[in-house]
């Protein structure tokens, strides 16, 4: 089993920047793919960015240039660097530990974007 616990979000104006984290029970970095996913009210789970175990990125069309994924192995916790911040960017954000058939998630943080 892996447990993953988000944290970080919260309320910001737009333009402004937030940091989510996702602390990982266990040390899987060199297996799982990790990723962050987000859900805005009344629509679909999507894809904002991944970190593969070889530490090569994706992200979302929508974030490329302002979000940016990153992990550090010794506290085995992922960050979402979230800049420019724009109120299409509110949602609940998912922290995704992912690995063959093994599929984790988190509980979700909120992030608000307004004025």
């Known amino acids: 089993q892996v447990q993953l616990v988000e944290s970080g979000g919260g309320l910001v104006q737009p333009g402004g920047s937030l940091r989510l984290s996702c602390a990982v029970s266990?040390?899987?970095?060199?297996?799982?793919?990790m990723g962050w996913y987000r859900q805005a009210p009344g629509k679909q789970r999507e894809l904002v960015a991944t970190i593969h175990n070889d530490g090569n990125t994706n992200y979302a069309d929508s974030v490329k240039g302002r979000f940016t994924i990153s992990r550090d192995k010794p506290k085995n916790t992922v960050y979402l660097r979230m800049n420019s911040l724009k109120p299409e960017d509110t949602a609940v954000y998912y922290c995704?530990?992912?690995?063959?058939?093994?599929?984790?998630w988190g509980q979700g943080t909120q992030v608000t974007v307004s004025s």
């Open positions: 995704n530990a992912r690995y063959t058939i093994l599929d984790y």
């Open positions: 266990r040390s899987i970095f060199s297996l799982y793919v």
